[in-house]
């Protein structure tokens, strides 16, 4: 179910890692990007009702992160956010605990992130499905005949 129509946020103060992501991930999504968790949060909120995933480093100035990942959550609890890091464990833990639904070591394999992305956006597509039929079955169960 992963198609070009599938959006993704990429927000890595690494212009070379987010350059190198965008190339790797934009045969097969509609790529956003930023720099940093500041411009990250804008386009998130400006795009929100059109991001699928949000993929970003941890450890950048201005805005982490971790504060990133809540803001996010706050705003669209649904939007899975993938996390990566370079500087360890310690960071990774942090993470988890911070609401990302899955962290990746720096480096990782192109194949093991498409993978990830896969698996989050299915279960974004299965939710939306179950909630269809929900819907679907309730309309019936009233007698609308939908």
């Not at 946020?9 to 350059?19: F, G, H, M, N, P």
């Not at 705003?75 to 960071?91: K, L, Q």
């Not at 639904?101 to 597509?125: C, G, R």
Request: hydrophobic share 40%; with cysteine; proline share 3%.
């Amino acid at each position: 179910m992963c198609t070009k129509k599938n959006q993704i946020l990429i927000i890595d103060d690494s212009k070379e890692t987010v350059a190198g992501l965008k190339a790797y991930l934009g045969k097969k999504y509609h790529i956003l990007t930023a720099y940093n968790g500041r411009d990250g949060i804008k386009k998130f909120d400006k795009n929100k009702n059109r991001i699928h995933l949000v993929i970003t480093d941890i450890i950048m100035p201005d805005l982490s992160g971790i504060a990133l990942f809540s803001m996010i959550k706050t705003r669209s609890p649904e939007t899975p956010i993938i996390a990566i890091t370079g500087w360890g464990y310690n960071d990774g833990a942090l993470a988890a605990e911070t609401n990302a639904d899955i962290v990746l070591d720096k480096p990782f394999e192109m194949e093991e992130l498409d993978q990830a992305i896969e698996k989050l956006i299915s279960e974004i597509h299965t939710k939306q499905d179950r909630s269809r039929i929900s819907f679907s079955i309730d309309q019936q169960d009233l007698g609308l005949g939908f």
